[in-house]
């Protein structure tokens, strides 16, 4: 995870959030243009996440909800205003691409493909966002009709011709998506974070909720597809999360879905 030292102007930043900035070592760990990350280095560490007003609310209640099922981190503060500010306690441990990771990739495989079932097999009553399915189906409508389309995002045998061939497949099939596991919704290597092999926790849960397994076993390929430059995990991959919960026809119904981002 990058961190580039910087220095923050506490007059942008609400009262409330200014005891943890006090005597702390300010890092810019951002990876996205939508949002600003920046970890505190005081005491066992936090970062402070801010974003566009309202948008960080669904991830704070996500993160809260994962972290009392000893999933993610504890979320500390959260405002919201003209920008919406988020702090939550670090995690100790580091992503899935971190070298010492990335260079025992049968290992990298098995461990995030065991987790990831684990994760599946969680209770989610109580889960703030309880159709996560229905809300993925949508954005991906509203996309279709703005002629938002990436037909590069994905590798040739889940590719598709036209965004017009992707939205047959999904208009087609998209409503036999099942809404029964609690899902991560982004399941990247960046994404979870180990303490020396041992699990530590998730981050980055905005796109999580109550969906359908294959989003995640989707991303979970990708993932390992796009960060070890090969697709010769894939199948190990299926394998070691358990092929008895997997339906691989559903991944081109998955595929349609994400090409509209």
């Known amino acids: 995870m990058q961190r580039k030292p910087i220095r923050l102007n506490k007059e942008d930043i609400p009262v409330a959030f200014h005891p943890f900035l006090e005597d702390a070592a300010v890092f810019d760990s951002s990876c996205s243009r939508a949002a600003r990350v920046y970890f505190l280095d005081k005491d066992t560490g936090f970062y402070l996440k801010t974003a566009a007003g309202g948008t960080l609310q669904k991830e704070a209640e996500l993160t809260s909800f994962f972290h009392k099922n ?26 899935c691409i971190d070298p010492a990771y990335l ?5 990298l495989c098995d ?22 399915t229905a809300d993925y189906l949508s954005a991906a409508r509203k996309n279709y009709e703005k ?26 099939t998209g409503k036999y998506l099942k809404t029964d596991t609690l899902l991560h919704g982004d399941y990247c290597l960046p994404n979870i974070l180990l303490n020396n092999w041992e699990f530590a926790g ?36 299926l394998d070691a999360y358990g092929r008895d919960k997997v339906e691989e026809e559903v991944f081109r119904t998955i595929a349609a879905a994400e090409v509209f981002g």
């Open 202 to 237: 998730f981050i980055d849960l905005d796109a999580g909720g109550v969906g359908d397994r294959h989003v995640d076993l989707f991303w979970g390929m990708w993932s390992l597809q796009f960060n070890l430059k090969t697709d010769r995990y894939k199948d190990r991959f």
């Open 147 to 172: 002629k938002t389309y990436d037909v590069y995002l994905f590798p040739d045998n889940w590719g598709y011709a036209s965004a017009e061939e992707a939205w047959a497949v999904l208009e087609a």
């Open 111 to 132: 461990t995030t493909a065991q987790l990831l079932r684990q994760l599946h097999e969680t209770a989610f009553s109580g889960c703030p966002v309880a159709d996560r």
């Open 70 to 95: 000893g999933l993610s981190a504890e979320v500390l503060l959260y405002e919201s205003g003209e920008n919406d500010w988020m702090l939550t306690r670090k995690i100790q441990g580091e992503d």
């Open 103 to 107: 260079n025992d990739p049968v290992r």
